[in-house]
């Protein structure tokens, strides 16, 4: 099994930062894409930013300039910087990673239990 665990999340004003971290543990034999994901009340999920294991960024446009993405492949940590918060950043931000379990061999597609960030205006 593989868990993914966040942390960094909290309450801060509008144009202050954050910065999220999540860990994968678990049976993985190899991690490919890491990412994050955000969903405000009443909306659904949504891409905020992915990495793949050789450092390539996508990002949403809403994010772009304002937030960076990066991993530590060696600790299985992907972090989200995020600068010039604005209240409409303000969302459950969940962690997600795809791999290789250790013995199986078998595709994962795992998600965190969640962080919120909270921006107030």
């Known amino acids: 099994q593989v868990q993914l665990v966040e942390s960094g999340g909290g309450l801060v004003q509008a144009g202050g930062s954050l910065r999220l971290s999540c860990a994968a543990s678990?049976?993985?034999?190899?991690?490919?894409?890491m990412g994050w994901y955000r969903q405000a009340p009443g909306k659904q999920r949504e891409l905020v930013a992915t990495?793949?294991?050789?450092?390539?960024?996508n990002y949403a446009d809403s994010v772009k300039g304002r937030f960076t993405i990066s991993r530590d492949n060696a600790k299985n940590t992907v972090y989200l910087q995020m600068n010039s918060l604005k209240p409409e950043d303000t969302a459950i931000y969940y962690c997600?990673?795809?791999?290789?379990?250790?013995?199986?061999?078998?595709?994962?597609?795992?998600w965190g239990q969640g962080t919120q960030v909270t921006v107030s205006s």
């Open positions: 997600n990673a795809d791999g290789i379990r250790s013995w199986s061999m078998r595709r994962f597609d795992s």
């Open positions: 678990g049976s993985i034999r190899t991690l490919n894409d």
């Open positions: 990495i793949t294991s050789g450092g390539t960024t």
